[in-house]
């Protein structure tokens, strides 16, 4: 079992940057693929970002690809979203994510574990 916690959200304006950390307990981080989702208000929850178990291979939704970096370091149990060239539309809470699978997993439903959430809002 592994236990998951958001930092780093906060207001910044358009064209700016942000990092968000995922604190994870447990002893054997490694074993969980990790993903980053998104909800503004009213709309649906959305995968942003994911990185397999191993912190190799990575996907990103179209939205944010070429601005948005997710990075795993099983050593330290973290995973990282470091968000660039922010945008209004950005705006959301944020949710960090662990999955047992072994590769990118795209689908909610197959990650067992969720943080609180961290509110991101991006001032035009």
């Known amino acids: 079992q592994v236990h998951v916690v958001e930092s780093g959200g906060g207001l910044v304006q358009a064209g700016g940057s942000l990092r968000l950390s995922c604190a994870a307990s447990?002893?054997?981080?490694?074993?969980?693929?990790m993903g980053w989702f998104r909800q503004a208000t009213g709309k649906e929850r959305v995968l942003v970002a994911a990185v397999t178990r191993s912190g190799g291979t990575t996907y990103y939704a179209d939205s944010v690809k070429g601005r948005f970096t997710i990075s795993k370091d099983n050593a330290k149990n973290m995973v990282y979203l470091q968000m660039n060239s922010l945008k209004p539309e950005d705006t959301a809470t944020y949710y960090c994510?662990?999955?047992?699978?072994?590769?990118?997993?795209?689908?909610?439903?197959?990650?067992?574990?969720w943080g609180q959430g961290t509110q991101v809002t991006v001032s035009s």
């Open positions: 994510a662990a999955s047992t699978r072994v590769q990118i997993v795209y689908s909610e439903d197959a990650y067992s574990y």
């Open positions: 447990g002893r054997t981080f490694s074993g969980y693929a």
